[in-house]
């Protein structure tokens, strides 16, 4: 991938684009960035890139024309490149932004300074905006270096293990942390379960913790994230419930929370209350029937000699997340729920139930 950034500080990137792994992919030729010294293109003894703004206010303006000599410039020497103008209000930069990105064959990054550039820029002479976040930076040029080190990570070569692109943070919510040695420090011991080898408990801790973080830190993407997939039905959920089974919905990334409601008017009634995540329907068996077949997770009411533990319990649902369905109240559906198992009765309160949702999803 060929890279040009047009800047009035070229050396800015001169340190940082060859070390670590972007310096060895530009080794390996796999991506190949110069910049640009803007002022290249401006003239006048000084050779002025800016001026000051139509109609009066404060700090100068980059000037078109010099911008459309560098784009055209740019555009020439690698034909077929997309242009992009770094500025705090584009759309922002997000890994599927870096991955569409990277599927370009050459790209163009304009590092505004001072007030930014004339509109005409902006305008007419790019293909499109990119902004690294709601701040402001004095300048484009660290912005363009973060946009280019998210997108070079993307090309393939550039990372050793293809693996650790393919479960980054932002693939499936946010990643598991990691440890390495010595297995304790200060006191502060790495969980037990890294120190095994059982693979699959690993994997069950790791998409647990997963889970777990992106829903405590990151709420707005745990929809996206693997639990999406769990629906939650509730029998006869009393009307103040709805909202937090709304809001735990949301928090949790659950796909659905389904509330079974036998009798119509108090049907009626919920249904004018319930929003898009809680569907207010008829008895539970005929609404589980409507929906695809997925594993039913019921919680029972009472606790029962011989369940297995809240924490295993917990680890299995986590890991079969795809398509689950959890049952909350009430006696299980008869023929659905024979193969599955039945959950501690701790969560025979909706407050219970909270926390138990909050246990799954935590780990804890
Ligand atoms: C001081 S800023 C100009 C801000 C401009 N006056 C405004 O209020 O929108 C100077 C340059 O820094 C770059 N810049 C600042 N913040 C940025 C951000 N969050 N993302 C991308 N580029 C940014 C842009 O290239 C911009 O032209």
Redesign the pocket.
């Known amino acids: 991938m060929n890279i040009r950034v047009l800047t009035i500080f070229p050396t800015f990137f001169s340190s940082c684009l060859g070390e670590g792994l972007l310096g060895k992919a530009a080794d390996k030729g796999l991506v190949n960035v110069a910049a640009v010294n803007l002022r290249d293109y401006a003239t006048g003894r000084h050779r002025p890139v800016d001026d000051v703004p139509y109609g009066g206010g404060a700090?100068m303006v980059m000037k078109v024309d010099v911008w459309a000599k560098a784009i055209e410039a740019a555009r020439r020497e690698l034909p077929g490149a997309r242009v992009v103008?770094?500025?705090?209000?584009?759309p922002k930069l997000d890994e599927q932004t870096a991955l569409r990105l990277a599927r370009e064959t050459s790209l163009v990054f304009c590092?505004?300074?001072?007030?930014?550039?004339d509109e005409r820029v902006a305008e007419h002479l790019v293909d499109e905006w990119?902004?690294?976040?709601?701040?402001?930076?004095?300048?484009?040029e660290p912005?363009a270096l973060a946009a280019i080190d998210a997108i070079a990570r993307k090309l393939p070569g550039v990372i050793g293990k293809a693996e650790s692109v393919e479960t980054d943070t932002f693939t499936a919510g946010l990643k598991h942390p990691a440890y390495t040695r010595p297995p304790e420090f200060r006191g502060w011991r790495v969980p037990e379960v890294l120190l095994g080898g059982n693979h699959a408990a690993i994997e069950d801790w790791r998409r647990r913790e997963s889970l777990a973080r992106t829903a405590r830190l990151r709420p707005d993407l745990a929809a996206g994230a693997a639990a999406s997939r769990v629906r939650l039905a509730v029998r006869d959920p009393e009307p103040w419930l709805l909202e937090p089974l709304a809001a735990a919905g949301r928090a949790y990334g659950l796909r659905e929370v389904v509330c079974a409601v036998v009798d119509p008017d108090r049907r009626r009634a919920l249904r004018e209350t319930a929003g898009d995540l809680v569907k207010v329907t008829g008895p539970l068996d005929a609404a589980l029937r409507k929906r695809p077949k997925e594993r039913l997770f019921h919680l029972a009411d009472r606790p029962g000699p011989g369940q297995a533990p809240l924490a295993e319990i917990a680890a299995r649902l986590a890991a079969a997340t795809d398509g689950a369905t959890i049952v909350w109240g009430g006696e299980p559906p008869r023929k659905a729920v024979s193969a599955a198992p039945a959950l501690p009765g701790e969560a025979a309160s909706p407050l219970a139930l909270f926390v138990w949702l909050e246990r799954l999803f935590s780990g804890r």
């Open positions: 700090g103008l770094l500025t705090p209000q584009g590092c505004g300074r001072y007030e930014g550039v990119l902004s690294i976040g709601d701040f402001v930076l004095t300048g484009g912005a």
